[in-house]
């Protein structure tokens, strides 16, 4: 019996790696963005060395209490600063089944009157597991969404980081 990778083709792997790329340099801008962002913000340098050693679910949190905090001055109002970030919530989410979770591929059952094996390739989701019993897989579709909907995040706060950097709107905290 042949091993479900050796029928998964070099192009399918090399295109599911090159996604699996692209996502985590999506999530590495957004979280650079973020860790800017709290450097503009805090400015005790060891303070903001504390900060950033947290985990980017810490990270997140401080960031939104500090911009709502300075909400006057930027060109978001609360709502718009709590839907952002959790949007980025739902992003890092995804990352972290993407980078904490096996890249597998499985031999399904061949369907009657097939000869072909079917296939089946993927990250198995096992950490940050949503579906309770059922298997959740990140396929190359659900991958694929993940990459076109990181971008805008990551747009919103560079735009966000951009105000807190201009003079006339940089808040002092």
């Known amino acids: 019996m042949q091993s479900p990778l050796a029928v998964l083709t070099e192009k399918e792997h090399q295109v599911f790696a090159h996604?699996?790329?692209h996502a985590i340099q999506n999530f590495g801008a957004i979280e650079f963005l973020a860790n800017h962002m709290l450097e503009l913000l805090v400015l005790n340098q060891v303070l903001y060395r504390t900060i950033v050693e947290q985990s980017i679910s810490r990270r997140l949190s401080v960031l939104e209490k500090l911009?709502?905090?300075?909400q006057p001055k930027i060109s978001l109002n609360?709502?718009?600063l709590t839907a952002l970030f959790s949007r980025?919530?739902?992003?890092f989410k995804e990352r972290n089944k993407i980078a904490h979770?096996?890249?597998v591929a499985e031999e399904l059952p061949t369907a009657p009157g097939s000869?072909?094996?079917s296939l089946r390739f993927g990250i198995l989701v096992i950490r940050y597991h949503d579906y309770g019993t059922e298997d959740e897989w990140i396929d190359l579709p659900a991958l694929e969404t993940c990459i076109r909907n990181s971008p805008s995040v990551q747009e919103e706060?560079?735009?966000l980081s951009f105000?807190?950097?201009t003079p006339a709107h940089s808040p002092q905290l």
Do not use: D
């Open 19 to 21: 996604k699996v790329g």
């Open 67 to 70: 911009l709502l905090r300075v």
């Open 78 to 80: 609360a709502n718009e």
């Open 88 to 91: 980025i919530r739902a992003v």
């Open 101 to 103: 979770n096996p890249f």
């Open 115 to 117: 000869t072909a094996p």
């Open 157 to 159: 706060l560079a735009v």
């Open 163 to 165: 105000t807190l950097e």
